[in-house]
DNA sequence: TTGAAAGCGCTAACAA
DNA sequence: TTGTTAGCGCTTTCAA
C-alpha cells in the first residue's frame, strides 16, 4: 500500500509529471480542464505530496525550531503555546529542542536545525551560553535566529525580551511605597549568570537607591530552582535578620519561598510582604494576594514568533531589541 | 557558502561518493586507510550529513511526533519532559503537534505525521475524538501509534494509561474513611465524553457504593476547565446543601476549586476536605494540605515512549494496554 | 500549453 | 575493496 505519487497520478493520465505538478501549484500554463482533471484525479487516489522529497528539492522543510533551556511548568507551556499557534496559522510545523540547560546540547541542537531544514529558530538560551557563536552559521545560511526571554548579552542579534530592570524597579518602588519604613527588603533572583537575573538585580539595586535605601549585595539571594528557594528562604527567616519584605524575579523561585511561607505559618502580607515578576498563573492561585509584575510568557511567545515569520517572510532584515509590555497587576 | 556534501569529499580525494558514503557509515569493506583519509577529510572540511536527504532516501526521519489536545501548565510540561528526553536519549527529534481540542486538527495532525516521515506516533486524544481511524493511515503504513492518557474507547491499540477507576476509588475511599459521616460527598470531573472522565466517574460510584452510600448523579460535576469549575464550586457551595468533602479528578478542576475555596476564606480541611487526583505539583504548592493520588505526567510519558520506541525497534509487536503507577500521597 | 531531463544529497544493489 | 548506476519524489529550466 505504498503513497501514491505524482508519478503515478501521471502514468494514469498519460501525461508528463511535471505537468501534473504544475496543475497541483496551479501554474497559470497548464490548461484549465487539463488542471481540473489532474486535480480531480489526485484527490480520488488520495495523493498527498511527500514531504521529504519537497524538503530535500526546496531545501527547507516549512518548520520551526524552537530551542529552549528547560521545560518546566511556569513560563514554559504559555510560550510554547503562542509560538504553536503562530506557526500553525502559517501553515508551520514546531521541532521542539531541549538544551536541559547543558551549551553542548544546544550546540547540538543548532546543528540540528541546520541539517534539517528549519527555516527559522527561536532560542533562548542556557545558562550557560557566555558566546552564541554555534548559531552563526545558521544566521549565515539564511535561517533566521530570534532570541527571546534569555538572550545573548554582548551579541547583536534579533532579541525579544522581557524588560527586566524597570518590571522590577516597578516591583520593588511598589514594595517601598506600600509599607512603612521595612526594616530589610530581600530579593530572590535566578542564576547569576544569566543577563535576565543581572537586569533584574540591577532594578533591584536602582529601585532602592532611588528611594535613599542602601543596596547590600547580601540581600540578593541567587537560587537556581524553587527547592533552593525554599530553603534559603527558611534559613534566612530563621536567620538574626529575617526580611519584612521580599522582591521574586520570577515564579519558580516564588513557589519555592511560598512553600517555606506556608510551612513557617506566615500570614502575608502581615508577616512578609512579597511582590513578583510573575506569568499571572501563580500568583492567582494562592490564597495571599500577591502583586506581580506581570511578564506574559504568551505575549512574549507572540512577539517572537511574529518577529521570525516576519524575517522569513522578509518584512524585516535589521536587528532589533523588542521588549515586551510588563503591567502590574494587584488583583 | 553552501554546505560541504559527500561529493564534494569524493572530488577531493578522487574517489566515488558511494566510497565516502561507505567510510563514513564504517561499512567493513573500505580499506582501513581509506576510511581514516575519508573521516579526516570529511571532518576537516566540516561535512555534516544532509538530514533531508536522508530522509527522502530512507523515507523515514529520525523523528517521532507528539500529538496533544492541549498545552497547559499541568500534566502536559512532565510528559513532554520525559518523552522529549527519551527522544534524546536514542537521537530522535521531537515534532510536537497541537490539536487545540479539535478533532479536525488532529485529522491534520495525523496526516502531517505521514507525510513528514516520523517514525512512530504518540497521541493523546481531543474531547471529541469518538473514533480514531485517521490514525488506521499510518499504521498500515507501518508507523507505529502509541495512545497515552486520553485513549480511544472502543477500539484497540497501543496504549498507556492512568489507572483512573481504581485511582478514584482510592481516593474516594481515603474521603469515607477519614471523617465521620460526610454529609455530601461531591465528585469534580472534566469533560464527560472522554474515556478517562467515564472512568472516574465509574470509580466514584463503585468506591461510594461499596461504602454503602447512594450515588447520585447530581453529585458529580462536569467541568471543562478551571474556571468553569471555580464557578460551579462557588454557586454549589452557596447552594442549599453544600458538600462536605470533594473529589478532584485532576489538576486542572483542583486548580478552579482551590482558587473558589480562597475567595469564600474556606478552611481546609475543618470547613471541607478535598482529595485529587493530581501530577503532584500543585498540592505541594499550596498551604492546604490535599492528599492525593499522583498520576505522573513524567511516568506516563516515559512509558508512552519507552512503549514506541520499542515498537519501533521491534521488540514489541503487539497490542497492549500499560496501566502506570498511582501511588496515594499524603505529605 | 506540455514534455523531457536534470538534479536536490544520499545510499544500496550490482559490477568489476 | 572500490566504482557504476539508479532512484527516493518532487520541481524547474529548457525545449518543443
Known sequence: MSRVTIKDIARVLGVNPSTVSRALHNHPDVSIELKANIKQLAEQMGYKPNQMAINLRNGKSKTIALIIPEISMFFFPSVMKAI?????????NLLVLHSND???????????????????????????????????????????????????NNIQGHKVIVPGKEATIQAVEYLIQHSENHQRICGFFGDPRLSITQDRVEGFRQA?????????????????NSQKAEETFLTLWNSANPPSALFMMSDEVLAGVIKATHALGLNIPQDLQIVAISDGYLPLLLPQKIPYVETSGYQLGKTAA??????????????????IETPFRNA
Do not use: M
Open 84 to 92: 504553536e499557534e503562530e506557526a500553525h496559522k502559517r501553515g508551520y
Open 306 to 323: 511574529f518577529y521570525l515569520f516576519d524575517i522569513i517572510n522578509e518584512k524585516k532584515t535589521e536587528f532589533e531589541t523588542i521588549s
Open 208 to 224: 532602592l537607591t532611588q528611594a535613599n535605601r542602601l543596596f547590600y549585595i547580601q540581600d540578593a539571594f541567587f537560587v537556581n
Open 102 to 152: 547543558d551549551v553542548q546540547r544546544e550546540i547540538q541542537n543548532a546543528e540540528i536545525c541546520a541539517f534539517t531544514g528549519v527555516e527559522g529558530v527561536l532560542v533562548s538560551l542556557t545558562k550557560e551560553s557566555f558566546e552564541t557563536s554555534h548559531f552563526l552559521d545558521l544566521s549565515y545560511s539564511g535561517v533566521p535566529v530570534v532570541y527571546f526571554d534569555k538572550v545573548p
